[in-house]
């Protein structure tokens, strides 16, 4: 793992791609807890799973002509995580003359790039508060979706080392402890154990129904444990962040 401000790339990663992450999940991932992640396929699978195309890493065919191109690459590509972030500026006339560099004006420029590094902050540092709360400087007070986040902001580097699309429910306990999932050293009275983040909310008896309590706290309205929806099950391990 490596402290740069930004990493430069392996001479064996392929490609670069982003993967958006909650403030959990990234609390997880510095905990050294977190080393899966999984998102749902579209379009979701229709018959048997989907098998890697022998003549393309990236690419799964599944029945009836049904093709995918892996969003999160292949082992050994490397992902740079988008969080929930806002702007910060410690000197307030300049504030609103802000024009966000593009990142490959500031990628390679170490100065540029740790001047602008320190005009965003992240809510996973702040959590339940509002960015004019957090004592950085002039604000606009809005938090900002992980989709809009610059890849110059990105602190947290993550390199694939495996993929494959499985159902969700599929997982195991070992699976549902790699996404984060926590043990308590003490139960609950019921024999409650597992939970995904803050021990002073709902137990689980396993770490499975802790993930599926998770799962469905982040994609309840569309694709429910329920469901069992086919998913992307992403191996990786932290580089850098």
């Known amino acids: 793992m490596t402290n740069e401000l930004f990493p430069a790339l392996s001479a064996s990663v392929i490609s670069l791609r982003p993967i958006s992450m909650t403030a ?6 510095r905990k ?3 080393t899966q992640t999984r998102r749902t396929m579209y379009p979701q699978p229709v018959g048997t799973r989907p098998v890697q195309d022998p003549e393309n890493a990236l690419h799964w065919i599944g029945e009836n002509g049904q093709r995918w191109r892996s ?3 292949v082992p050994g590509d490397e992902l740079w995580v988008r969080e929930v972030w806002a702007l910060v500026e410690p000197y307030p006339e300049v504030f609103q003359k802000y024009e966000l560099p593009i990142a490959r004006r500031v990628e390679k420029n170490p100065v540029a790039l740790e001047y602008w590094r320190k005009r965003i902050i992240f809510y996973s540092d702040f959590p339940g508060k509002k960015p004019e709360q957090c004592d ?3 604000t606009d007070n809005k938090w900002r979706s992980p989709v809009t986040m ?3 902001g ?7 080392t495996g993929i494959w699309p499985q ?4 997982i195991s306990e070992a699976g549902a402890l790699a996404e984060g999932i926590q043990r308590q050293a003490l139960p609950e009275l019921s024999g409650n154990r597992y939970h995904w983040g803050d021990p002073s909310k709902d137990r689980y ?3 499975v129904e802790a993930y599926a309590a998770l799962w469905d706290s982040i994609n309840g309205k569309t694709n429910r444990w329920a469901l069992n929806p086919w998913v992307w099950r992403v191996s990786f391990e932290r580089i850098a962040g």
């Open 205 to 207: 008896k396993t770490a």
């Open 71 to 73: 969003a999160y690459g």
């Open 167 to 170: 159902q969700v429910q599929e």
């Open 136 to 138: 950085r400087g002039a």
């Open 32 to 34: 050294q807890l977190k």
């Open 24 to 29: 959990t999940s990234i609390d997880g991932i």
């Open 150 to 152: 610059p890849r110059w």
């Open 154 to 160: 990105a602190r947290l580097w993550l390199k694939v």
